[in-house]
């Protein structure tokens, strides 16, 4: 079972394009934030975008009271704008992660082979895709865009700022740019705050660390970790420590035991979610006595949908690294996406 599930998520993980939208295809991640800006700033309420996040032609409705949400990364962003209500149906990660926060018994889709049909029978405005849903190399929402209903797609992002720049579309094409754009200020500031400490962070004191999204087992003895152009790499750069697997070439690179040894992180961060017991089971793995994060017990467990879902839930997982990695530096830092943190700083 869980080689399953780890072949299926890696398959969704190491996607970066998809061919999608409802006219034109292409496999690009455009830059759609001038569209973006002036949509949000247009004093027509209908200069809507004429592309998605991929650069697809779309024609956008009027008015959306109706969305089919087919990534958990974008439920999310929809359920903080205020928009759940408007959800009529998700993919069943979606489904996993943030049920309850959904309308009751609402139609739940493989985001890899989705039933194309009964979407159709739903007349949504709006479904909203992402990256992916391509591992299979497949559109498989071509005959949804054909029935006529808008399919905008959101290719996997690469970057902090292509993170910002799908909230901020969503915001637009939904009517609510005002709540993204807010959203999207609130990210920049935790980022700089960030960045503002990093920069205070003497080099001798600076560390390596080891992501890691799966756990080497004998069904599968490599470890899947970020490499070049991926916005963990990026966030780990942002808070003052270095990715060992940053000049890896593959963004998703998967790495022997001997190669992630030698590599020797003085952290190592987790967003394994299916290994029971998952820090003691790094703590004892037989080979890696001498790691320095081994010899530290400098190994830490993320949440998983914070760290691996592209939107703005990004900030709370990198809080949560640099609190981790580099406690004295950053122990007053406030996760602004945490009702909770937010709530005890108001008490305070």
């Known amino acids: 079972m869980k080689k399953k599930l780890l072949s299926m998520i890696m398959a969704a993980v190491m996607v970066s394009t998809f061919v999608a939208g409802c006219g034109k295809s292409t496999t690009d991640k455009k830059d759609t934030s001038a569209a973006v800006t002036e949509a949000s700033q247009a004093e027509d309420s209908q200069a809507l975008p004429t592309q998605d996040r991929a650069g697809n032609e779309i024609a956008l409705p009027s008015e959306v009271n109706a969305i089919v949400s087919m990534a958990p990364s974008i439920t999310r962003t929809l359920i903080d704008l205020g928009l759940s209500d408007k959800i009529v149906a998700c993919d069943t990660n979606s489904a996993a992660s943030y049920g309850s926060e959904l309308a009751a018994d609402i139609p739940q889709f493989d985001m890899m082979t989705p ?46 700022a292509e993170i910002q ?31 503002k400490i990093a920069a205070t962070i003497p080099e001798e004191e600076k560390k390596t660390v080891l992501f890691e999204l799966f756990t080497p087992s004998a069904d599968t003895p490599t470890i899947y970790t970020c490499g070049a152009n991926t916005y963990i790499t990026e966030m780990i750069g942002l808070i003052g420590a270095t990715n060992v697997a940053e000049k890896e070439a593959d963004q998703w690179p998967a790495l022997t035991e001997e190669a992630a040894v030698a ?83 108001k008490a305070a």
């Open 165 to 195: 720049e799908d909230i901020k579309f969503i915001g637009t094409i939904t009517g609510l740019s005002d709540k993204a754009n807010a959203i999207v200020e609130q990210m920049q500031a935790s980022m700089d705050e960030l960045a």
């Open 263 to 345: 590599m020797n992180p003085d952290v190592i961060l987790t967003a394994d979610m299916y290994t029971p017991d998952v820090i003691n089971v790094l703590l004892k793995m037989s080979g890696w006595e001498n790691v320095t994060a081994i010899k530290n017990s400098a190994v830490y467990q993320l949440n998983s949908d914070e760290v691996n879902q592209p939107n703005h839930h990004v900030i709370s997982a990198m809080i949560a690294m640099a609190k981790a990695i580099y406690p004295d530096y950053y122990k007053d830092v406030v996760d602004p996406f945490s009702t909770e943190e937010a709530e005890e700083k």
């Open 115 to 160: 039933d194309q049909e009964q979407i159709i029978a739903l007349k949504a405005d709006l479904v909203l895709t992402s990256g992916m849903s391509a591992a299979h190399g497949d559109d498989v929402f071509a005959s949804v865009k054909e029935s006529g209903v808008c399919v905008c797609d959101f290719p996997s992002s690469a970057s902090l």
